[in-house]
């Protein structure tokens, strides 16, 4: 039996487990959503203190609400642990690790890899396994096959296996994980049949490809779309100081056009746990076939060395002010990757801040959503934008601008203000 043939009532009475590994920004989501369509959820994480926190109804993340994981903990239906053996017998095991990076810049798979072993040693016959983190195209064929063919058998037959590409945009009201389109890679038509079949449960779009390396590359291809984009108009930013133009006025100019053109704003360089970081495994996969992605690569270094160029900024407006780096006093509003977010990972505010400081200069942040920071080894704390204290540094920096940041009255308090942030 699988969800080809079953109805929700049919399932419940066959108990129907799905197994989610990795509870972050993404499994939780995935997770929930499987435990409010009526399918009991194992929700298997090996950080003791992440599951400690979901049993008590804190998400820590934002992708999740405290309201939907405690009616699914209250229901029944969602059970976190870090017991692994919780996992046999689920019909259905869903893979969301982290996929980073290493030093260098390569795939770091080592999450996914104890992962996979995770799953192939606590999977049964007639099992789905679907890879949903991000990873280089051929992550599944190559790394999960192996693994479950040489306990389950033959693919397509005695287990189905495929390729399901996250599209979390964290803060994003308009679109959530069910109304988003979910590309479905199967390693075989029947495995692809198997995976929509589940998916269809929680979203209401589905799009087959051929293969698991069709939806891997398609996932990369629109991360890296984003990175191309913003690396060309950060540098198109630079182009535009230099000979004394407006870039946001040039952008909306043409975005005018209502045909073959969106707009891209320049900013602070790319945050996040996706755009700086999934290109960079198409880019080291591209390396390895002996085919190079020039166009990536350019894009990738000119966006992680854009918070360096908005430093040099900084201390230009400070020279000109008579103020030398090493005396002066910055504000950094907003570290979060993006605006009304609380996440910190891989924000170019970050680099802003150790750069500075490694200059001599003294950083004070304000950020509604983020009370705490790491730079260097050093924690700061998110100050209170006082009157008097406005009025006594030398510089204000926008990094991130949250809407509840009343940035209009910072600019009129600061002596020089500093804006990163770009847009319509
Ligand atoms: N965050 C996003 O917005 C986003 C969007 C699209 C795709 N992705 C991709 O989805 C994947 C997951 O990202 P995330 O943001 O959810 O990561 P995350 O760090 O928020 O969560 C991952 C979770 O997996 C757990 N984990 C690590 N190793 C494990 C193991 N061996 N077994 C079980 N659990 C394990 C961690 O403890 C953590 O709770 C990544 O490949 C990422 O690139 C993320």
Redesign the pocket.
């Known amino acids: 039996m699988s969800w080809a043939d079953t109805t929700v009532d049919s399932r419940q009475n066959l108990d129907e487990r799905i197994g989610v590994?990795?509870?972050?920004?993404?499994?939780l989501p995935v997770a929930l959503a499987y435990a409010t369509h009526g399918f009991h959820v194992v929700g298997?994480?090996?950080?003791q203190t992440?599951i400690a926190a979901l049993c008590q109804g804190i998400p820590e993340?934002v992708?999740a609400t405290a309201d939907d994981l405690t009616t699914a903990l209250n229901s029944g239906w969602f059970v976190p642990t870090t017991n692994a053996q919780h996992l046999q017998g689920c019909a259905a095991l869903i893979i969301?690790?982290?996929?980073p990076l290493a030093p260098g810049g390569i795939p770091d798979l080592s999450?996914l890899q104890?992962?996979a072993s995770?799953v192939a040693e606590h999977a049964h016959p007639g099992v789905t396994v679907i890879l949903?983190?991000?990873?280089y195209p051929g992550t599944t064929r190559e790394i999960l096959l192996p693994l479950l063919e040489s306990r389950l058998g033959k693919v397509g037959v005695d287990f189905f296996l495929g390729f399901v590409?996250?599209?979390?945009?964290?803060g994003n009201k308009a679109y959530r994980l069910d109304n988003t389109p979910r590309i479905v890679g199967g390693m075989t038509p029947e495995c692809t049949r198997h995976i929509v079949a589940l998916y269809q449960q929680i979203v209401s779009d589905c799009y087959p490809v051929s293969s698991p390396e069709v939806a891997e590359t398609a996932k990369l291809l629109e991360n890296s779309f984003r990175n191309i984009n913003i690396a060309w108009v950060n540098e198109l930013l630079r182009f535009c100081q230099e000979t004394g133009l407006d870039v946001d006025e040039v952008i909306r100019a043409a975005a005018t056009k209502p045909f073959g053109y969106m707009p891209f704003w320049p900013g602070p360089g790319v945050g996040?746990?996706?755009i700086p970081?999934?290109p960079r495994y198409l880019a080291w996969r591209a390396r390895v076939v002996h085919s190079p992605l020039y166009l990536l690569e350019h894009a990738l270094d000119t966006n992680d060395w854009q918070p360096l160029y908005e430093v040099d900024q900084i201390k230009e407006i400070l020279n000109q002010a008579g103020r030398p780096i090493s005396q002066a006093l910055v504000l950094i509003i907003g570290v979060a990757y993006k605006p009304d977010v609380a996440d910190v990972r891989n924000a170019p505010a970050l680099l802003v801040i150790e750069r500075l400081q490694k200059a001599g200069a003294r950083v004070m942040y304000h950020d509604p959503y983020v009370s705490t920071i790491d730079v260097s080894g050093n924690r700061l704390r998110s100050v209170d934008l006082s009157k008097r204290l406005l009025q006594g540094v030398d510089l204000a920096v926008l990094v991130t601008a949250h809407s509840s940041v009343d940035v209009d009255h910072i600019y009129r308090l600061v002596p020089r203000f500093l804006d990163l942030t770009h847009g319509a």
């Open positions: 590994v990795g509870l972050g920004y993404v499994g298997y994480d090996i950080s992440h993340v992708t969301c690790v982290p996929t999450a104890a992962a995770t949903e983190s991000t990873s590409p996250e599209r979390i945009d964290p996040g746990e996706c970081v999934d």
